[in-house]
C-alpha cells in the first residue's frame, strides 16, 4: 500500500508560533491519521497502540526511535506490557506543527499490513 501524503514527507525546522497549526488544520491532518487524538490542552496529539506482548511493544518502540532521529523530531513514550502510547508535540511552536502530523503518518505506515 503506497504512503499516505503526510507519511511520504520529511520534518523540517519549524519555530515560533507562526508555525503552529489552527484548529481547523489540525482537525484535518487528524481525519487521516485513525485513533490520534488532541490532548486537553490542545497542545499534543496521542494515541495507545496495543500490541500482543512486551516483545513486540519494544519492536515498536525501536521502529519508532528510529524514525524519529531519521526526522530530528522526537516523541514522549509510554510503554507497558501489551501496549505504547506515542504523544508527539512541537515544543518549539508551542502546540502542534505539521512534523507531528508526518510524523503520526509515519507511525501509521510502520504498522501498514
Not at 11 to 32: Q, V, W, Y
Not at 44 to 60: E, N, Q, S, Y
Amino acid at each position: 500500500m503506497p504512503l499516505s501524503p503526510l507519511a511520504s514527507q520529511h520534518c523540517t525546522p519549524r519555530k515560533g508560533a507562526e508555525n503552529a497549526l489552527d484548529r481547523a488544520a489540525i482537525d484535518s491532518h487528524l481525519a487521516t491519521l485513525p485513533g490520534w487524538k488532541v490532548t486537553a490542552d490542545g497542545k499534543a496529539i496521542v494515541k495507545d497502540f496495543p500490541f500482543k506482548d512486551f516483545h513486540h511493544t519494544l519492536g515498536f518502540i525501536n521502529a519508532v526511535g528510529f524514525m524519529a532521529n531519521q526526522e530530528d523530531h522526537h516523541p514522549d513514550l509510554e510503554a507497558g506490557y501489551g501496549h505504547c502510547q506515542v504523544l508527539w508535540s512541537t515544543h518549539d511552536v508551542g502546540g502542534l506543527s505539521l512534523n507531528d502530523m508526518i510524523c503520526a503518518a509515519r507511525v501509521e505506515a510502520l504498522l501498514d499490513r
